[in-house]
């Protein structure tokens, strides 16, 4: 088994920060629910302003609501503003990580979409893993 990206969140900016909160991460569920992340899931968090790195678990937030909220101790790595990218991994076996065709959404300056891209891993004629990226923003939207 080898650990693959599940789902991805890019660019999502942070709305709010509670460090006195038990921990977590909550985010719009429809964001979620768009790639996949279910409640309680735990995710990475990468800082792209700081280039911190943490893991903690996914709360769903008010649908529509855009919000992406740092909570407890995950609260001191990040800024009102960050731009941060979620992902989710899975383990498994090379071929179900091809069937899988993990989702990402890309967000925009006020936590709108403003891309889908799915992940599209394949074998070559000889074997060999390789992978083709499709966005949304180049008429690939079949797989959402």
């Known amino acids: 088994m080898k650990k693959f990206v599940g789902a991805k969140l890019h660019g999502l900016r942070v709305t709010e920060s509670k460090l006195d909160y038990h921990g977590s991460i909550t985010i719009d569920a429809d964001f979620c629910r768009a790639v996949g992340i279910v409640p309680l899931e735990y995710v990475e968090i990468w800082?792209?302003?700081?280039?911190?790195r943490i893991s903690t678990y996914v709360l769903?937030?008010?649908?529509?609501s855009?919000?992406?909220?740092?909570?407890?101790a995950a609260a001191r790595t990040c800024q009102l503003g960050d731009e941060i990218i979620i992902a989710s991994s899975v383990y498994c076996?090379?071929?179900?990580?091809i069937e899988m065709k993990p989702k990402v959404l890309v967000f925009g300056q006020d936590?709108?979409?403003?891309?889908r891209i799915t992940y599209d891993p394949f074998r070559q004629p000889d074997g060999s893993l390789d992978m083709a990226i499709r966005s949304s923003a180049d008429g690939c939207e079949s797989d959402w």
Do not use: F, P, W
Not at 66 to 72: E, H, P, S, T, V
Not at 93 to 97: G, V
Not at 111 to 115: A, F, H, S
């Open 111 to 115: 936590n709108e979409i403003i891309d």
């Open 47 to 52: 800082n792209k302003m700081s280039g911190a």
């Open 60 to 64: 769903y937030g008010e649908a529509g």
């Open 93 to 97: 076996q090379i071929d179900e990580a």
């Open 66 to 72: 855009r919000c992406c909220i740092l909570n407890g």
